[in-house]
C-alpha cells in the first residue's frame, strides 16, 4: 500500500537508528521519529476522541513538530491542514473555518496573533501548544501527549487513497482552495523524487521552503522514502544556509526562485561552503537562461528546475541535469529558461480551448494527470469540476513545447496582455528585460488603459550601483520586439511582493501603480 504508514515502515525496516531529522540541537532517529508519530496519532484519536476524517490544523514555522505532523496525522486516518503562518489572523480564520478543523496546533511564538481570533474557533475542540509557555486554561501540551499515549500503530484502517492533507493554495488571486491530496500522492512524491534525483540513504537534505508548501514537504517526503538525514530550517536565511550546509555536508535540497537568486547575489557566501550540495531543485518560476549559466559557473551543474502546483504536489515537469549537460554542449542554450520534461509517471499536455493538442512551437494550456494530481479542491465542487476536467487538472499555464519536447512557461491565461487586440506574454518580455545588465529582476503587467484595453507595463529592480531611466528600458525593448510588445509604462522599485511560496503578486502591482506615472529612484 502505497501511503504514509508504508513509509514509516519501510524506513524502520532499512534505517531504524540512523538520524532521520535535525533541527538545531533536536535530533531523532527514525525509530525515535516514528515512534513519536505514532504517540501522536493515538493521542488525537484515543485521548481527545476523534474519528477518521477528522481535520487537524496546525499553526507554526518549519520545525520537529511540523515535520512530525505529515505523519502523526495522516497516519491516524486523519487529515492534516498546515497553516500558512505567514497570513493575516482573519486569512488564517478563513482557512479554519474553510476546512471545518476539529483540532488547532499552535507554537507558542503565534499565541498573540491567534488571540485576535480566539473568540471566533467555537469550532475548534481541542487546542494544542507547542512550547514551554504556560498552558492557557483548557489547553493541551504537545509533549504531555505524547508522553502518555502508546506507541503502536493506531489501530484505524487506512487506505491509499485516503485524504492525507488539505493543502491550500497561496491565493494569489483570490480566497486560498483547499487541495485534497491523498496518502499516494505524498508516497508518490518520496518515491519519485528518490528514483529521479538518484537520492541515496548517505545523502543529506535541507528543507529551507515552508512545510506548508509543496515544495516544503518534498525534501521531507524524499527523506523519509530513501532514509537520508534531513535538516529543518525555521525560516531562509542565507548565511544559515551556508552554515548549515557545511556542517551537515549536505548535498541536496529545494529552493524557491528567489532564493537562488539571493544566493547568486549574496556577497558575503564562501563558495566552498557549499561545495558539498549535489543535486538541488528549484522551483517557483523560471529563471532567464543568463541566470541559470551563472549558476552553473559559480556551482557547477548540480540545479534541477522543477514545475508544478500545489494541485499536483509539485509534480509536472523536470529538467533534469542531464538535459542541461547535453544541451548545453550542443549550444541549445534555451533550454534553460525551459521546465523540462514531464515529470516521472506523469502526462502532460498543450491544448487549445477546446482540448485539442496544439502543434509543436505553439501556445496552449498545459495540463496533466498522473499519482501527482490530487482529489479537487475541498468544498469546491464548481471549481474542481471546472479545473479538474475528464480525468486532467488543467493548470491555467500558458506554455508551449519545442522540437525537442521541452516545455516553456508562456504565463497565466489570466496574466496575458490584451493590449490594442493583441496577446502580450509577460514571460517573453521579462525575458528581454533581464537581458538588460542593469536590470536585477523584472515583472510585467497590463494596466487599464482606456484606449488600448491594457498597457504593457514593467516594474524593475536596478542592479546595485546602475542608474537606470525610463526611456533606456524601453529602448532597449524596441531594437529586439515589436512595438505593440514594447513596455509604455516603466516603474522602478526596490523589491517586489511576494506570496509565501516565493511568487510575485502581480495583482498587488495593478492595485499599488494603477494611477501612477513613471518614475526614477
Same mark, same amino acid.
Given at each position: 500500500?502505497?501511503?504514509?504508514?508504508?513509509?514509516?515502515?519501510?524506513?524502520?525496516?532499512?534505517?531504524?537508528?540512523?538520524?532521520? %531529522?535535525?533541527?538545531?540541537?533536536?535530533?531523532?532517529?527514525?525509530?525515535?521519529?516514528?515512534?513519536?508519530?505514532?504517540?501522536?496519532?493515538?493521542?488525537?484519536?484515543?485521548?481527545?476522541?476523534?474519528?477518521?476524517?477528522?481535520?487537524?490544523?496546525? %499553526?507554526?514555522?518549519?520545525?520537529?513538530?511540523?515535520?512530525?505532523?505529515?505523519?502523526?496525522?495522516?497516519?491516524? @486516518?486523519?487529515?492534516?491542514?498546515?497553516?500558512?503562518?505567514?497570513?493575516?489572523?482573519?486569512?488564517?480564520?478563513?482557512?479554519?473555518?474553510?476546512?471545518?478543523?476539529?483540532?488547532?496546533?499552535?507554537?507558542?511564538?503565534?499565541?498573540?496573533?491567534?488571540?485576535?481570533?480566539?473568540?471566533?474557533?467555537?469550532?475548534?475542540?481541542?487546542?494544542?501548544?507547542?512550547?514551554?509557555?504556560? %498552558?492557557?486554561?483548557?489547553?493541551?501540551?504537545?509533549?504531555?501527549?505524547?508522553?502518555?499515549?502508546?506507541?503502536?500503530?493506531?489501530?484505524?484502517?487506512?487506505?491509499?487513497?485516503?485524504?492525507?492533507?488539505?493543502?491550500?493554495?497561496?491565493?494569489?488571486?483570490?480566497?486560498?482552495?483547499?487541495?485534497?491530496?491523498?496518502?499516494?500522492?505524498?508516497?508518490?512524491?518520496?518515491?519519485?523524487?528518490?528514483?529521479?534525483?538518484?537520492?541515496?540513504?548517505?545523502?543529506?537534505?535541507?528543507?529551507?521552503?515552508?512545510? /506548508?508548501? @509543496?515544495?516544503?514537504?518534498?525534501?521531507?517526503?524524499?527523506?523519509?522514502?530513501?532514509?537520508?538525514?534531513?535538516?529543518?530550517?525555521?525560516?531562509?536565511?542565507?548565511?544559515?544556509?551556508?552554515?548549515?550546509?557545511?556542517?551537515?555536508?549536505?548535498?541536496?535540497?529545494?529552493?524557491?526562485?528567489?532564493?537562488?537568486?539571493? %544566493?547568486?547575489?549574496?556577497?558575503?557566501?564562501?563558495?566552498?561552503?557549499?561545495?558539498?550540495?549535489?543535486?538541488i531543485l528549484f522551483a517557483g518560476a523560471p529563471?532567464?537562461?543568463?541566470?541559470?549559466?551563472?549558476?552553473?559557473?559559480?556551482?557547477?551543474?548540480?540545479?534541477?528546475?522543477?514545475?508544478?502546483?500545489?494541485?499536483?504536489?509539485?509534480?509536472?515537469?523536470?529538467?533534469?541535469?542531464?538535459?542541461?549537460?547535453?544541451?548545453?554542449?550542443?549550444?541549445?542554450?534555451?533550454?534553460?529558461?525551459?521546465?523540462?520534461?514531464?515529470?516521472?509517471?506523469?502526462?502532460?499536455?498543450?491544448?487549445?480551448?477546446?482540448?485539442?493538442?496544439?502543434?509543436?512551437?505553439?501556445?496552449?494550456?498545459?495540463?496533466?494527470?498522473?499519482?501527482?494530481?490530487?482529489?479537487?479542491?475541498?468544498?469546491?465542487?464548481?471549481?474542481?469540476?471546472?479545473?479538474?476536467?475528464?480525468?486532467?487538472?488543467?493548470?491555467?499555464?500558458?506554455?508551449?513545447?519545442?522540437?525537442?519536447?521541452?516545455?516553456?512557461?508562456?504565463?497565466?491565461?489570466?496574466?496575458?496582455?490584451?493590449?490594442g487586440a493583441e496577446n502580450v506574454f509577460p514571460?517573453?518580455?521579462?525575458?528581454?528585460?533581464?537581458?538588460?545588465?542593469?536590470?536585477?529582476? @523584472?515583472?510585467?503587467?497590463?494596466?487599464?488603459?482606456?484606449?488600448?484595453?491594457?498597457?504593457?507595463?514593467? /516594474?524593475?529592480?536596478?542592479?546595485?550601483?546602475?542608474?537606470?531611466?525610463?526611456?533606456?528600458?524601453?529602448?532597449?525593448?524596441?531594437?529586439?520586439?515589436?512595438?505593440?510588445?514594447?513596455?509604455?509604462?516603466?516603474? /522602478?522599485?526596490?523589491?517586489?511582493?511576494?506570496?509565501?511560496?516565493?511568487?510575485?503578486?502581480?495583482?498587488?502591482?495593478?492595485?499599488?501603480?494603477?494611477?501612477?506615472?513613471?518614475?526614477?529612484?
Open positions: 500500500m502505497t501511503t504514509l504508514r508504508a513509509m514509516i515502515r519501510k524506513s524502520l525496516k532499512s534505517n531504524p537508528d540512523k538520524i532521520a %531529522l535535525i533541527e538545531g540541537e533536536r535530533q531523532y532517529t527514525f525509530r525515535e521519529f516514528a515512534d513519536r508519530t505514532r504517540r501522536m496519532g493515538n493521542a488525537l484519536l484515543q485521548n481527545l476522541g476523534l474519528e477518521k476524517g477528522e481535520r487537524v490544523a496546525i %499553526l507554526s514555522r518549519n520545525s520537529m513538530e511540523n515535520a512530525e505532523s505529515y505523519f502523526s496525522i495522516p497516519n491516524a @486516518a486523519l487529515v492534516l491542514v498546515m497553516l500558512n503562518f505567514r497570513l493575516a489572523p482573519p486569512e488564517i480564520l478563513n482557512i479554519l473555518s474553510d476546512a471545518g478543523a476539529s483540532v488547532l496546533i499552535v507554537e507558542e511564538s503565534f499565541l498573540d496573533a491567534l488571540s485576535q481570533i480566539r473568540d471566533q474557533l467555537s469550532f475548534i475542540r481541542h487546542f494544542i501548544l507547542i512550547g514551554d509557555a504556560p %498552558l492557557p486554561n483548557g489547553w493541551y501540551g504537545y509533549e504531555s501527549l505524547i508522553e502518555c499515549s502508546p506507541a503502536h500503530e493506531p489501530d484505524v484502517e487506512l487506505k491509499q487513497n485516503d485524504l492525507a492533507a488539505l493543502m491550500y493554495t497561496s491565493g494569489t488571486t483570490g480566497l486560498p482552495k483547499g487541495c485534497m491530496a491523498t496518502h499516494q500522492n505524498f508516497y508518490f512524491v518520496g518515491q519519485s523524487k528518490t528514483e529521479v534525483m538518484k537520492m541515496r540513504e548517505d545523502d543529506c537534505g535541507i528543507v529551507t521552503t515552508p512545510l /506548508f508548501h @509543496a515544495s516544503g514537504e518534498v525534501v521531507l517526503m524524499t527523506g523519509i522514502y530513501s532514509t537520508m538525514t534531513t535538516i529543518i530550517m525555521p525560516r531562509w536565511d542565507v548565511l544559515e544556509f551556508s552554515r548549515l550546509v557545511e556542517k551537515h555536508q549536505v548535498t541536496t535540497g529545494v529552493l524557491a526562485t528567489p532564493m537562488l537568486l539571493y %544566493l547568486l547575489s549574496c556577497p558575503n557566501i564562501e563558495d566552498h561552503k557549499l561545495s558539498s550540495l549535489k543535486k529563471v532567464t537562461p543568463e541566470i541559470f549559466q551563472k549558476a552553473i559557473k559559480r556551482f557547477g551543474n548540480i540545479f534541477v528546475h522543477g514545475y508544478g502546483t500545489t494541485e499536483t504536489v509539485g509534480s509536472i515537469c523536470i529538467l533534469e541535469t542531464k538535459e542541461v549537460d547535453t544541451a548545453l554542449k550542443q549550444g541549445h542554450t534555451e533550454i534553460l529558461s525551459s521546465c523540462g520534461k514531464a515529470y516521472a509517471g506523469m502526462d502532460i499536455e498543450v491544448v487549445d480551448g477546446e482540448g485539442n493538442p496544439v502543434a509543436t512551437g505553439q501556445s496552449g494550456e498545459l495540463r496533466t494527470r498522473g499519482p501527482g494530481m490530487t482529489k479537487g479542491y475541498w468544498n469546491k465542487i464548481e471549481e474542481t469540476q471546472k479545473t479538474f476536467r475528464n480525468g486532467w487538472f488543467h493548470s491555467g499555464d500558458l506554455c508551449r513545447k519545442d522540437d525537442w519536447g521541452f516545455v516553456y512557461i508562456v504565463g497565466r491565461k489570466k496574466d496575458v496582455i490584451i493590449t514571460a517573453e518580455i521579462e525575458n528581454i528585460l533581464y537581458q538588460h545588465p542593469g536590470i536585477q529582476e @523584472a515583472v510585467v503587467v497590463g494596466m487599464d488603459n482606456a484606449k488600448w484595453g491594457e498597457i504593457v507595463t514593467a /516594474f524593475v529592480v536596478p542592479q546595485p550601483g546602475f542608474q537606470l531611466n525610463s526611456e533606456e528600458v524601453i529602448g532597449f525593448c524596441r531594437e529586439v520586439t515589436a512595438g505593440y510588445k514594447i513596455p509604455k509604462k516603466v516603474f /522602478f522599485i526596490e523589491n517586489f511582493p511576494m506570496s509565501a511560496t516565493g511568487k510575485v503578486l502581480r495583482h498587488e502591482l495593478k492595485e499599488q501603480f494603477s494611477s501612477e506615472s513613471i518614475f526614477h529612484l
